[in-house]
């Protein structure tokens, strides 16, 4: 039994069930699987569900008899070509016979039947069947193949012209089968492309090859174009037929668009590796341009600048030599190295390499320096292979940018333009900080003239100050600052920020300095004193009002009392001795240049011995995120922790508010201490301008209530002195405001005072009511000397506390005769 044959089924159709079962046991051993059927209704269904091989029909049944039920099937598309062999006990006459196969039986056999006969016959029919329907899945597959194939695939004549195409080839081109069968490929597509192929295809047919491919574009819907790679072979038929071309289209526009994408990506990775060789070089560049802005010094660039070359370059060795200074600057960097910058001495010969870039004025590369025999010491050891390039300013040499590799090295032209671009920046870095220091340099000792060069030595006070320029010191500001000791002890404070920067604002500044020391001789009053200041501010004949805010001061040591006036300053502020700090808070009046006649006013305080004032401008508490008051605040808590000794005191105070970042404004800080004591000797200039006796005599109050005199002595020796004073005013000066010493020292429990004049004393007056000062002076001190020369006149006194032990002689030294 063949395989496969219980797949294979035969209908079996009689109304009489013993025949069924005859023929059931005939057909048995064949395999087949046997189906019943017991009328012409129950066969036709059968045929509706099952295929069969054959059918085994009885020609007289009840219903539809054999010969109309094989008309039936007959009639049927699916059923016509099933083969009938009927099987009846019937007359045997020929009319029933030709019936029978009118009917479509290919057999006619009578009962009894044969049992190896009808086996036989079934058999044959069985094994066509299984044939027939190999060769229908075998033709479904290649149809199958050819119309479900994921390429497009088409039939055509030996002329080319196509009979049959599938579903990807429709898919393809964008048209319907009936578009494209009864053409040729060279009328499916552009003109340009007609007979692409006709050598080959004449070729293909005529056995010289068995294949062939090529591309040809195709015209899709709209005129589109569609670019296909056509594989040509030919389908032999067995019976010696004429040959099919077998065409198979493959779409080629994906490929193309990854061509495209391929040779973007090429031309993307190409510009990429551009881009990042570009990157590179401006990052070296930006390296550079890093080290010139964050550099302070040329010295500092250098050393910036020779460490990002050696990480660029990845070289051993780096060197930069600057010849055009009065003493060649020689850098040097090396690998883990600190760079070390050098001036040579005057007299000191470059070497080879930088005598050959200076004569060339472009780079040089040398392979093996050992082999050339130059002279390479600027990269400070031995070297096998250097390139060096030249430093330019404007056109003009101004050394050499060398570097160098312990191995054999040849430096490519991307190495060589590095550096050459290196060098440029480089030459522009050292121009620029060249310029930045020589301006830092002229605006550093430009602002420096302009401020006081020291400042006074006054009995009871020490004063410190500071000055920081803003903008890294390059451009001169508008703070000003000053101290002036006054006759009679008294010192005036000023301190001023003139709005703006630059020449212009320093030259404010310097005049409105200058005015103020000559105003100070005119006014004692600082309300009156700003008046004046401002009204010379107003006549400075500046095309735009030039607006400045001011704090004068007078300070008296002898009292204490500090008289100020603030023209839109930041307020003073008060450091008492114990520590605790106020700001002077009365309201400020308008700054100076703004108004004409504003009234300044002044105010008054006073300060306790160990109280210090501080007068600052606002780059000192102004920060751009903040309010004022944070800063106010911030430099109230700093003062009052920054000790007795001011020039401490200043250092702490610009520590505790000094930014890590860069500050645009200039700081100015003054800082005025009142000592506890006014010291063992005091020495004052004094005149009779209005308050200067006053003044001098509350100084001397105080000195010598320090030195430890009680009330009585404390009074005769202020009046023996006030009268030694009232002389020189009138026999030196003519009652004139001319300038006269006065000196106070406590010497081993004496006190001694001397008055010294630079007049000529006139012939005294005689009047009952004149000449008893001298006497009065002999009474209240224990010596009084009169000495009188042309340079002028001194009275010397002297008397002894009564606190103190007395002298080795236990008596008081006479006086001498004087003019009253």
């Known amino acids: 039994m063949s395989e496969g044959r219980a797949d294979t089924a035969i209908l079996l159709v009689d109304d009489h069930e013993e025949n069924l079962l005859a023929l059931e046991a005939i057909l048995e051993p064949t395999g087949y699987r046997l189906v019943r059927a017991r009328s012409g209704d129950e066969a036709l269904k059968a045929l509706l569900r099952d295929e069969f091989a054959a059918i085994l029909l009885d020609v007289q049944m009840p219903g539809i008899d054999g010969f109309e039920t094989a008309q039936l099937i007959r009639a049927r598309e699916r059923t016509r070509s099933v083969p009938i062999i009927f099987v009846t006990a ?58 479900d194939a994921p390429i497009g695939m088409a039939r055509a004549d030996p002329a080319g012209r196509i ?72 389908a032999r038929p067995t019976n010696g037929g004429r040959p099919d071309l077998i065409l198979q289209l493959q779409d080629l526009r994906e490929r193309h668009r990854a061509q495209r994408d391929r040779e973007q990506l090429i031309r993307a990775q190409s510009a990429r590796a551009q881009a990042e060789a570009a990157a590179e070089r401006l990052q070296v560049m930006q390296s550079i341009a890093a080290a010139a802005l964050g550099a302070e010094g040329l010295e500092e660039l250098l050393r910036e600048l020779l460490d990002r070359i050696l990480d660029a370059l990845d070289v051993d060795r780096a060197a930069a030599v600057l010849t055009d200074e009065a003493r060649p600057i020689t850098a040097r960097a090396a690998g883990g190295v600190e760079t070390v910058v050098e001036r040579e001495a005057r007299e000191t010969v470059v070497d080879g390499v930088v005598e050959r870039v200076a004569r060339e004025r472009g780079p040089i590369t040398i ?66 900080t060249r310029l930045y220091e020589r301006e830092r340099r002229i605006a550093h000792e430009l602002q420096r003239s302009l401020l006081p060069k020291r400042l006074p030595d006054v009995a009871g006070v020490a004063l410190g100050a500071r000055y920081e320029p803003g903008e890294n010191g390059t451009a001169v500001g508008g703070d000003w600052y000053d101290a002036v000791a006054l006759p009679s002890g008294r010192i005036a404070l000023a301190i001023g920020d003139v709005v703006g920067r630059g020449i212009e604002a320093a030259a404010t500044m310097g005049q409105m300095r200058s005015a103020l020391r000559a105003i ?25 009002a030039i607006m400045t805010t001011v704090v004068l001061a007078i300070l008296e040591p002898g009292t204490g009392t500090l008289r100020f006036t603030n023209a839109g300053h930041p307020p003073p502020l008060l450091v008492g001795a114990d520590g605790s700090a106020a700001y002077l808070a009365e309201p400020p009046s308008p700054p100076m ?15 306790e011995p160990g109280a210090a004032l501080v007068l600052y401008t606002d780059g000192l508490v102004e920060e751009p995120s903040e309010v004022l008051d944070v800063g106010l605040e911030r430099l109230r808590e700093a003062a009052s922790a920054m000790g007795t000794d001011v020039e401490s005191a ?55 209530v320090e030195q430890g005199a009680d009330a009585d002595e404390t009074e005769d020796v202020i009046m023996a002195c006030n009268e030694a004073c009232e002389n020189s005013v009138e026999h030196a000066y003519d009652c004139g405001d001319d300038l006269f010493a006065v ?74 005769a004087g003019s009253g």
């Open 163 to 234: 009979r049959h195409v599938n579903r990807a080839l429709e898919e393809t081109v964008g048209r319907a089968a009936g578009e494209l069968i009864g053409h040729t490929l060279d009328e499916l597509g552009p003109q340009a492309d007609v007979g692409i192929d006709a050598v080959r295809r004449a070729e293909l047919m005529s056995g010289a090859i068995r294949h062939y491919e090529c591309e040809r574009r195709l015209t899709g819907p709209r005129g589109t174009t569609i670019p296909v790679l056509v594989s040509a072979s030919l």
């Open 593 to 607: 240049g703004v108004l004409a006649t504003p009234r300044y006013k002044e105010h008054t305080t006073r300060l």
């Open 90 to 147: 019937i007359n045997k006459a020929p009319e029933h016979v030709f019936r029978g196969y009118e009917s479509g039986a290919v057999d006619y056999l009578f009962k009894p039947v044969d049992p190896l006969i009808l086996r036989s016959k079934v058999e044959v029919f069985g094994e066509l069947y299984e044939r027939g329907r190999s060769l229908a899945e075998r033709e479904e597959q290649l149809r199958a193949t050819f119309e």
């Open 367 to 432: 392979v093996d320096v050992p082999a050339e025999g130059i002279d390479a010491s600027s990269l400070g050891g031995a070297i096998t292979s250097l390139l060096a390039v030249p430093l330019l300013d404007g056109g003009r040499v101004i050394g050499s940018l060398q570097v160098g590799t312990l191995t054999r090295r040849a430096f490519d032209r991307e190495a060589v333009g590095l550096l050459r671009l290196a060098a440029d920046r480089a030459g522009l870095a050292i121009a620029r």
């Open 520 to 544: 100070l001789m005119q006014a004692d009053d600082t309300g009156k004193m700003a008046d004046r200041l401002n009204r010379f501010t107003l006549g400075l004949g500046s095309d735009e």
């Open 650 to 704: 200043c250092e702490s105070l610009l520590d505790s508010l000094r930014d890590e970042t860069a500050r645009s404004d200039d700081v100015t800080l003054l800082v005025v201490r009142l000592q506890e004591t006014l010291g063992e000797k005091v020495s004052l200039e004094v005149s009779n301008e209005s308050g200067g006796l006053f003044t001098m005599r509350q100084t001397l109050r105080r000195w010598l």
């Open 743 to 816: 000196d106070f020292e406590h010497e081993q429990g004496e006190i001694c005072v001397s008055v010294r004049d630079h007049g000529t004393w006139r012939e005294p007056r005689e009047t009952p009511e004149r000449g008893r000062g001298l006497p009065l002076m002999r009474k209240l001190m224990d010596v009084v000397e009169v000495q009188a020369r042309p340079a002028g006149t001194t009275v010397r006194m002297s008397r002894r506390l009564a606190a103190a032990p007395p002298t080795a002689a236990g008596q008081p030294r006479a006086g001498s």
